[in-house]
């Protein structure tokens, strides 16, 4: 549990409740007088700022992700009649006002960027009430210490923050604290939510010299959620609960699975807390009061009766659904397709190999081969050689890896997910 008196932990700077509510009120004039707000800020605390005063005052705000030039955030800014433009500015916000009619206010909304791992960005429209409805689901995990794994500005990111704001919890930033294991524990953190990738990440780099504390929480979401994931997580931490969830900007959260194992039950097709699931063939479709409104800048991915396609693929074992990947990370290799998420369990599934990013490489003879990076597990060398000897076992040719090298690690996305080399 937290220091009820603490709120956020950045590096090793700690804001209080009462510091933040009077930061929140040094800027409520600025958020008064603009409906239509844009901010660019890689800065915790001014971005926490943001979202809470304009969430007070029902602004419609838009969080663009850092890595944004300033032509081109003025550009959406003009776009969109966004009349403030905010940005960190030696630890204060910067401001830009553009001379746009100030717009009257509603009920507000948050708007949102996503990853753009498949091309374009795009913008999804939430209100502030469905933005805060994980949250909600969250109370008991009242007055927990919160880890912030992803990027601010991000779907996920704002589902942690809200979940332990809304909830008299606190949230650690690590930023450059390069003892990741040490701050965890310095700082009582009892609720991690995080991609398998960074799941794994954080277990290859926990210092032995110290012990890791049972959480009260461990969540994993964003990428298939593997077994042997799930098993790790569970011996190195020993979770009180363990959960992996399905969510995405557009459709928010539509899948809980909490028994510990991967996959979904098929009972789960049935609608269950107002969220509907189906598949038709074999992609997963949606349909959830708790994701987006609509796109800003893309045509509407929805049918006329609410459903939406999430573009991943799963298959049924038994009395359980599977996911097998994305159908736009498919690799065509000669007209047969290879699913990466597959290749990798195979290769993770060795003794020597610890993580792997499979992806495609151009081949003028079959379009695309199969790659592969590899993270090998400490102690084990790299040879290639023994590996598609192994994997000649266990996986058809057209399959298997046709050019495999090793990495130190596995590159990862402002949200934790695996970024497959193009």
């Known amino acids: ?145 919160w880890l912030m794994s992803y990027a601010i500005y991000t779907y996920a990111g704002l589902q942690v923050f809200f979940s332990a704001y809304l909830n008299n919890g606190s949230i650690y930033y690590p930023g450059n604290d390069q003892e990741m294991a040490a701050g965890i524990v310095r700082n009582k953190i009892s609720v991690i939510s995080a991609t398998p990738t960074y799941w794994k990440m954080l277990v290859s780099s ?59 039950p098929l009972a789960f097709l049935e609608k269950r807390g107002g969220v509907g699931l189906r598949l038709e063939d074999r992609c997963l479709k949606v349909k959830s009061p708790y994701g987006m409104l609509s796109y800003l800048n893309a045509p509407e ?22 996911f097998l990947g994305r159908q736009d990370e498919v690799i065509n290799v000669g007209g047969l397709k290879v699913h990466p998420e597959e290749i990798e369990t195979i290769l993770c599934a060795l003794d020597s190999i610890f993580d792997a990013c499979v992806y495609a490489k151009k081949s003028p003879i079959t379009g695309s081969i199969v790659a592969a990076d590899v993270v090998m597990k400490k102690g084990c060398s790299f040879d290639s050689d023994f590996l598609y000897k192994q994997l000649r076992g266990l996986l058809p040719d057209f399959k298997i890896p046709r050019f495999i090298q090793q990495v130190s690690n596995v590159e990862v996305s402002a949200n934790g997910k695996k970024i497959r080399p193009k």
């Not at 042997?228 to 809980?256: C, M, N, W």
């Not at 929805?302 to 799963?314: E, F």
Request: one cysteine or more.
């Open 1 to 145: 549990m937290n220091d009820s008196s603490s709120l956020f932990i950045i590096g090793t700077t700690v804001v209080t409740r009462e510091a933040f509510v009077a930061l929140v009120k040094q800027y409520d004039a600025l958020f008064a007088e603009h409906s239509h707000i844009l901010i660019r800020c890689q800065d915790p605390l001014l971005f926490n700022v943001a979202l809470i005063a304009s969430w007070h005052h029902k602004n419609h705000l838009f969080i663009c992700p850092s890595y944004y030039s300033d032509e081109e955030v003025e550009a959406l800014c003009k776009k969109f009649h966004n009349t403030l433009f905010l940005f960190e500015h030696e630890g204060y916000f910067g401001t830009k006002v553009f001379s746009h009619t100030i717009c009257t206010k509603d009920t507000g909304a948050l708007y949102i960027f996503t990853s753009a791992t498949t091309g374009p960005a795009k913008i999804t429209q939430h209100s502030w009430e469905t933005i805060q409805h994980s949250a909600k689901q969250a109370k008991k995990l009242e007055g927990n210490s």
């Open 206 to 264: 926990w210092s032995k010299t110290v012990v890791p504390p049972v959480l009260e929480q461990a969540t994993l979401g964003g990428e298939i959620v593997n077994q042997d994931v799930l098993d790790l997580v569970q011996q190195f931490f020993k979770p009180k609960r363990l959960t992996h969830i399905y969510a995405s900007s557009e459709a928010g959260t539509t899948i809980v699975v909490s028994d510990g194992l991967a996959g979904f």
């Open 301 to 322: 991915k929805r049918t006329a009766d609410g459903w939406i396609d999430t573009g991943d693929l799963v298959e049924i074992k038994g009395e359980r659904i599977y």
